[in-house]
């Protein structure tokens, strides 16, 4: 690209806000009532870590990672490739990365020896970043002023897959070479699509784009002290 | 919210008063376009195109969305009712071609239609193969124009161009270029290739193209395609504060973005403006702009001075 220094992100902003929120309406009526069922699921798996149950167990981190690459085999399948690429060719470009990232969390579950992490601070905010991407993150419609068909839920939907993926990671290392290796590469993808949704959202105005800046934000913070 | 609609909701009572009455009389242009749109020439050939045609950058990229899709018929059933011809697209619009495509078809391909397409890939060798899907997409037997995207591989897709023009496969060729980028590697091929027409942003703010480009469209008889004539839709936004100035009324103007038009259309090397929208209202206002007088190069001197003083 040449004069590169010239372009904005508003360069490529190829499709008006509008199309793009009613993409999200398609995607609840293609997948209703279906899309409810990973959401669902991720909130019986939350309240099971949360209340301990679960603690330090690897089973359900597994669990977890089984269930994440499934979400993002979902994004994949029902937004990516048939809503977003016909109006975002960058789409096209970005679908190796989703299924880079299940391959990562199907190996993550295989490969075993997750242990729950020791910080109290990190475990807090990774269940404080997945209750906000499964409860709260598709309530935005309804601070836009948008209706709540359009809501973006986890599994269907990459903003608050990406933001749970990353609560998910926090929770847990994996006590093996190769685990710890897979685990660093498994924050490329959900930290990627933050960083492009973000920008893709804050051109269009909306103040959505901060959830998602500051939840990997926030995940990487938390982070820092014990490593990715 | 497009441009034109703030303008109607801002100002005084006196020019809400007056959107309101535009946009009623906008409404009845289907009847008023009997009246034709002007034309300008296209020097390589003498053919006549009005001088507000139809772009397709955001506009048109509504996906899956029939809703939208729906919509965008509409604008092209409105755009040919006005007189329009030249609509433009590009590779790089996403789903721009196939939502043009479905509208024409759906129109039963107007004959007035003048398709202006683009090629956009770095590969040389995709290029026909392009060509041909974006031709697939429109459902025309052969495009009237084929430009070189933002000049990119132009050392390579342009040969191809003028291969399909001297084999009768294609009208006329191009190139583009969009916000001020690369002007003087534009007025290179515009100095040295023997293309129709040239393709470049100009507007009431970005006027860098009168110094050189403009000039040399003239003296090289090359056709010029005004894209972003309103800074996709940023410079009404900022314009729709204010009143319109006195001198509006001199030639016709009754909103902000007909100003914008016929400053750009206004000046003599322009062949032609694509303005894009997905609104039928907004698409009669626009090519209500191809009516009427234009301004003349004072008042277009006093046009640009007004508004940048804003």
């Not at chain 1, 509008?18 to 609840?28: C, E």
């Not at chain 1, 679960?54 to 977890?64: E, H, I, Q, S």
């Not at chain 1, 709540?148 to 998910?168: K, N, S």
């Not at chain 2, 040389?124 to 990119?152: C, M, T």
Request: hydrophobic share 50%.
């Amino acid at each position: 690209m040449s004069e590169w220094w010239t372009y904005t992100p508003a360069d490529f902003l190829m499709f008006a806000p509008r199309i793009y929120w009613r993409l999200f309406d398609a995607l609840n009526r293609q997948t209703w009532p279906a899309a409810l069922l990973a959401p669902a699921a991720g909130v019986a798996w939350l309240l099971w870590v949360a209340r301990g149950v679960a603690r330090p167990g690897a089973a359900a981190a597994r669990l977890a990672a089984v269930g994440l690459a499934l979400a993002w085999t979902a994004s994949g399948l029902l937004f990516l490739r048939p809503l977003l690429a016909p109006i975002h060719w960058l789409a096209e470009w970005i679908a190796p990365v989703f299924v880079l990232q299940v391959l990562l969390l199907t190996a993550l579950a295989a490969t075993g020896g997750l242990q729950a992490t020791a910080s109290t601070r990190r475990r807090r905010t990774g269940l404080g970043l997945l209750g906000y991407a499964l409860l709260l993150h598709p309530l935005w419609p309804l601070l836009d002023g948008r209706p709540l068909t359009q809501a973006e839920t986890f599994g269907p939907a990459p903003d608050p897959t990406a933001l749970a993926t990353l609560g998910v990671l926090l929770l847990w290392h994996s006590g093996t070479p190769v685990g710890r290796l897979l685990g660093r590469f498994a924050w490329g993808p959900p930290l990627a699509w933050c960083a492009l949704s973000a920008a893709t959202l804050w051109t269009m105005g909306s103040a959505q784009g901060w959830a998602l800046a500051g939840g990997a934000a926030l995940a990487l913070a938390a982070a820092r002290r014990h490593g990715l | 919210m497009h441009p034109n609609r703030i303008m109607q909701d801002a100002g005084s009572p006196r020019l809400r008063r007056r959107a309101l009455i535009g946009a009623a009389l906008a409404g009845l242009l289907p009847a008023a376009g009997a009246v034709p749109p002007l034309t300008r020439r296209i020097p390589s050939s003498g053919e006549a195109l009005p001088i507000v045609g139809l772009g397709s950058w955001i506009t048109f990229n509504v996906g899956q969305d029939l809703q939208a899709r729906a919509q965008c018929v509409e604008v092209v059933r409105a755009f040919f009712g006005a007189g329009g011809r030249m609509i433009d697209s590009s590779p790089m619009y996403g789903s721009s071609q196939p939502t043009i495509g479905f509208a024409l078809a759906q129109l039963g391909m107007p004959k007035a239609l003048f398709s202006a397409e683009k090629v956009w890939t770095g590969d040389a060798a995709r290029g026909a193969l392009q060509i041909e899907a974006s031709r697939a997409y429109w459902g025309v037997p052969r495009f009237d124009l084929l430009q070189v995207h933002n000049l990119l591989a132009w050392e390579q897709q342009l040969p191809l161009l003028l291969q399909m023009k001297a084999e009768g496969r294609l009208r006329y060729v191009g190139i583009t270029t969009s916000e001020g980028r690369r002007h003087a590697e534009i007025e290179q091929v515009m100095r040295t290739r023997p293309i129709d027409f040239v393709q470049l942003s100009y507007n009431l703010l970005d006027r860098e193209a009168e110094q050189r480009l403009l000039p040399l469209a003239q003296e090289r008889g090359i056709a010029v395609i005004v894209n972003r004539p309103f800074r996709e839709g940023a410079l009404l936004r900022q314009l729709a504060r204010h009143p319109l100035p006195g001198w509006a009324a001199e030639i016709d103007c009754r909103y902000w973005a007909q100003v914008a038009l016929k400053f750009a259309i206004g000046h003599p090397a322009v062949t032609c403006a694509i303005p894009a929208t997905s609104q039928v209202a907004h698409l009669q206002q626009n090519m209500a702009a191809a009516r009427g007088p234009l301004p003349d190069a004072a008042l277009r001197q006093r046009m640009a001075r007004d508004v940048a003083a804003l």
